[in-house]
């Protein structure tokens, strides 16, 4: 199971981007989808998922209010659309698929990485 994640970039405190996850040889539709960060000197946190089923979110809450999640099935592409960017939000972002949907989280799954997509809010 491969996931790319892409769309970070440079953005202003207050700013907005849009992250997108895609899939290659497999449908995001059947997978419990989370997006990742991991800011230097710092753990990596989970800060946003997707049930499969039933398309139920969990947002961290330091981005709750935020940022958004969501899934297109047709273009097998979860997208996490960030907005009143933060210093603070400065890290590399992946997603990965979890283990399992649950309302204080959902713990990623096994395998690789990948490389992420790298965010960075600064004037």
């Known amino acids: 199971v491969q996931l790319q994640a892409s769309g970070g970039g440079l953005v202003q405190p207050g700013g907005s981007l849009r992250l997108s996850c895609t899939a290659s040889g497999f449908s995001l539709s059947d997978y419990i989808i989370g997006w990742f960060r991991q800011a230097p000197g710092k753990e990596r946190e989970g800060i946003s998922c997707?049930?499969?089923?039933?398309?139920?979110?969990y947002y961290a809450d330091s981005v709750k209010g935020r940022f958004t999640i969501s899934r297109d099935a047709s273009k097998k592409t979860v997208y996490l659309e960030m907005n009143s960017l933060k210093p603070e939000d400065t890290a590399i972002y992946y997603c990965?698929?979890?283990?399992?949907?649950?309302?204080?989280?959902?713990?990623?799954?096994?395998?690789?990485w990948g490389q992420g997509t790298q965010v960075t809010v600064s004037s």
């Open positions: 997707i049930s499969s089923k039933d398309g139920d979110t």
């Open positions: 990965k698929t979890a283990l399992y949907y649950s309302i204080r989280g959902c713990p990623p799954g096994f395998g690789s």
